[in-house]
C-alpha cells in the first residue's frame, strides 16, 4: 500500500489522501483505519485518531493484538504506531506488546534443527 510508504517515511497528509481513498471504495475494509489513527494521531488530530480507533477497541482489540498486526522491524516505526494507538484510547501499556528484534531471531540451521530430526509420537 502506498498510504503505508507515505506514513513510514513521514509524509502524512499523503499517507491520509490514500488511505481516505481506500475508504471511499471500500467503506467497510477497516484496514485503513488502522494506519489513519497514526497519521491523524501525528498530525494532532485526535479527535479523528480516536474515531479511526473506535471499530478496534469495540471488538476487544488491545496494543499487543494491534501490534501483531502490523509487524515493523524498525523500533522507532513500532514506537511511532504504539504510541499514537494508545493516545487514539487503544487500551494497553507503552512497550506492552511483543517485539521484533533483529538479534533474537533464530537461523536456518536453529530451525531446521528444532523441526527436523526428531521422532514424533503420537
Same mark, same amino acid.
Given at each position: 500500500?502506498? &498510504?503505508?510508504?507515505?506514513?513510514?517515511? &513521514?509524509?502524512?497528509? @499523503?499517507?491520509?489522501? %490514500?488511505? @481516505?481513498?481506500?475508504?471511499?471504495?471500500?467503506?467497510?475494509?477497516?484496514?485503513?483505519?488502522?494506519?489513519?489513527?497514526?497519521? $491523524? %494521531?501525528?498530525?494532532? @488530530? *485526535? /479527535?479523528? #485518531? =480516536? =474515531? %479511526?480507533?473506535?471499530?478496534?477497541?469495540?471488538?476487544?482489540?488491545? +496494543?499487543? %493484538?494491534?501490534?501483531? +498486526?502490523?509487524?515493523?522491524? *524498525?523500533?522507532?516505526? !513500532? @514506537? !511511532? $504506531? #504504539?504510541? #499514537? $494507538?494508545?493516545?487514539?484510547? +487503544?487500551? &494497553?501499556?507503552?512497550?506492552? $506488546?511483543?517485539?521484533?528484534? /533483529? *538479534? /533474537? !531471531?533464530?537461523? *536456518?540451521?536453529?530451525? !531446521?534443527? +528444532?523441526?527436523?530430526?526428531?521422532?514424533? #509420537?503420537?
Amino acid at each position: 500500500m502506498i &498510504g503505508v510508504g507515505h506514513l513510514d517515511l &513521514g509524509n502524512l497528509e @499523503e499517507a491520509v489522501t %490514500s488511505f @481516505e481513498r481506500m475508504r471511499e471504495y471500500a467503506p467497510k475494509n477497516t484496514i485503513p483505519l488502522k494506519f489513519l489513527t497514526v497519521a $491523524y %494521531s501525528e498530525l494532532g @488530530e *485526535d /479527535q479523528k #485518531a =480516536k =474515531k %479511526s480507533m473506535e471499530p478496534f477497541i469495540k471488538k476487544g482489540a488491545n +496494543l499487543r %493484538s494491534l501490534m501483531y +498486526l502490523i509487524p515493523k522491524k *524498525d523500533p522507532e516505526l !513500532r @514506537e !511511532r $504506531y #504504539a504510541n #499514537a $494507538y494508545l493516545k487514539a484510547g +487503544l487500551p &494497553g501499556e507503552p512497550g506492552g $506488546y511483543f517485539k521484533i528484534l /533483529q *538479534d /533474537q !531471531r533464530l537461523t *536456518d540451521k536453529e530451525i !531446521r534443527d +528444532l523441526l527436523f530430526g526428531h521422532p514424533v #509420537a503420537g
